[in-house]
């Protein structure tokens, strides 16, 4: 069965500092990976998601992430975060070809003015 | 078009109470999925439906949770004889295919048991 690590629970930046949150994933054949955005009373939302081909991948709102195979990460990055993302975000991964979605258990992000 | 509603958004139970989760995908969406997050945990996989059908239960507690999926209304998540360690948050997520590119979730539904 897959699992998803995300070693950072609470990230605290000031306004225009880079963001880098971590996801590793453990499974043994092509996975699809994704990141979700939960802001504060809201549900869900995607920002990013990565299937196949480049493995840096461009999400809303700035953020990319980079899928390294070798060391089954899917890191999260944005060069300079704003108030704004304060949220909580989520690493997912499914295997290839299966719906089934299994999350990390989030970061939560809080930037300060 | 209206996103993915859940209802009710809060639902308090007392021990060996049912509980009822509804959930309503988007417009042409046919796929339904459950997740559960309980404290401190990631959201984790229950089931997966399409019209009238199971697809994927692998992640449904074998006692006392069921769901269903009817050819007309949402899909219900039902919990027979709660008990405190069901209290967590219920996601429900549609997509429009069964490989689709992603999921859309909905609000949850936080469920307390006391």
């Known amino acids: 069965a897959q699992s998803v690590s995300q070693h950072n629970h609470h990230v605290i930046l000031s306004e225009a500092a880079s963001l880098e949150l971590g996801c590793n994933y453990s499974?043994?054949?092509?996975?699809?990976l994704f990141w979700y955005v939960q802001y504060p009373g809201q549900h869900l939302q995607l920002l990013l998601k990565?299937?196949?081909?480049?493995?840096l991948v461009k999400g809303i709102k700035g953020f990319e992430a980079e899928f390294i195979k070798s060391k089954f990460s899917f890191n999260l990055r944005k060069p300079s975060v704003q108030w704004s993302d304060t949220a909580e975000y989520f690493c997912a991964v499914s295997p290839f070809g299966n719906e089934k979605l299994t999350f990390g258990t989030g970061t939560r992000l809080t930037i300060i003015p | 078009n209206a996103g993915v509603m859940q209802n009710p958004r809060h639902l308090v139970r007392r021990r060996g109470q049912e509980a009822r989760l509804r959930c309503s995908p988007m417009?042409?969406?046919?796929?339904v999925y459950w997740y559960r997050q309980l404290p401190e945990e990631g959201l984790k996989f229950m089931v997966y439906l399409q019209k009238e059908n199971i697809i994927d239960e692998s992640g449904m507690p074998k006692e006392r949770f069921s769901a269903e999926f009817p050819k007309e209304g949402p899909s219900i998540l039902r919990i027979q004889q709660v008990v405190r360690g069901d209290s967590a948050a219920y996601f429900c997520?549609?997509?429009?295919?069964?490989?689709?590119?992603?999921?859309?979730f909905g609000p949850g539904t936080r469920l307390t048991v006391l």
């Open positions: 499974y043994g054949g092509t996975v699809n």
């Open positions: 997520a549609s997509s429009r295919e069964r490989n689709a590119d992603t999921q859309y």
């Open positions: 990565y299937f196949s081909g480049d493995p």
């Open positions: 417009k042409g969406h046919s796929h």
